[in-house]
């Protein structure tokens, strides 16, 4: 066959790869985002802003609005929220992404894999000529696709809680500048797109532990323990040499983007982590699986 030949054939494999890809990928978000646990986890997350709105709303029934508070933490934005509605998203996800997010993340991350080995589906994946790569990329895209609508979720209920039961308008940002209300649905947003990057390293530790048993519930419960076990060493003062190193310590650093002019360095290095875990532990969940035995 002569070098012509050769091109004419390979040249449409390329196409033919990409379409794999994205029809493994399409069909890995229809049937996550079809699941009822998927579904309860997502109503789970868009309760919480609703139950800390009303809240709040009961507290301040009389119509008298909080201090301004100080600080970016929680409770600063918590007392902000009677002020402005706005708040609440930040306020919603403070609360939500030590616990809430990243426990729903792990849930599906964990199950990304040892659920479709558990139930005997995993295999039949991968009889279409996808290979274990784009399979395993899929699920992982998936699970960070699950991170951004999850914090989308949060943000979206608290700003519709907020709106109905809290006035709105300029923000004051906590280096106590004021901001147009445009510009702080702007930085909202921009701030949920941060708290779902934040998650992309857990959920590629997840996607490993997910590799290493065809036991679904246990891939889960692991994941979920891993994340207590190093949210508890992030608060332990002897500790405090590895806290820059673990996943969830600079995860409240989006608090910095309410500030004038916005603070990066903590960001930047929040996201450097993120990325470093997910190349770590995205590798070993492809070592892993490349040389998993999917024979049952």
């Avoid at 301040?60 to 708040?87: E, I, K």
Wanted: hydrophobic share 55%; net charge positive.
């Amino acid at each position: 066959m002569s070098q012509a030949d050769l091109m004419a054939v390979a040249v449409p494999r390329a196409p033919r790869r990409a379409l794999w890809t994205f029809g493994i990928l399409r069909s890995e978000l229809a049937t996550m985002l079809r699941r009822w646990r998927t579904l309860a986890l997502l109503g789970v997350l868009a309760a919480v802003p609703v139950l800390i709105g009303i809240a709040v709303r009961i507290e301040t029934g009389d119509g008298s609005r909080g201090g301004p508070g100080g600080g970016g933490g929680g409770p600063a934005f918590l007392a902000q929220v009677t002020n402005n509605g706005l708040f609440l998203v930040f306020a919603a996800l403070s609360a939500t992404l030590p616990v809430f997010l990243p426990m729903a993340v792990g849930v599906v991350a964990g199950d990304s894999v040892a659920g479709e080995a558990s139930g005997g589906t995993l295999r039949y994946l991968l009889v279409a000529p996808a290979g274990r790569t784009r399979l395993l990329l899929a699920k992982y895209a998936s699970v960070l696709v699950f991170c951004l609508v999850a914090t989308l979720v949060v943000a979206a209920s608290a700003l519709a809680t907020g709106a109905l039961l809290f006035p709105v308008g300029e923000v004051t940002t906590i280096s106590g500048t004021r901001i147009g209300f445009g510009e702080g649905l702007l930085r909202a947003g921009l701030i949920a797109v941060v708290v779902a990057a934040s998650l992309i390293g857990f959920a590629a530790l997840g996607l490993f532990v997910s590799t290493l048993t065809n036991s679904g519930i246990a891939a889960m419960a692991a994941t979920v323990g891993v994340l207590i076990t190093v949210q508890i060493l992030d608060t332990m003062p002897q500790l405090d040499g590895i806290h820059p190193y673990l996943f969830p310590h600079y995860w409240l650093s989006f608090t910095d983007l309410l500030r004038e002019p916005v603070y990066w360095d903590e960001i930047v290095r929040n996201l450097g982590l993120q990325g470093l875990y997910a190349a770590v532990f995205g590798s070993a969940a492809w070592a892993r699986f490349s040389a998993k035995d999917i024979s049952v």
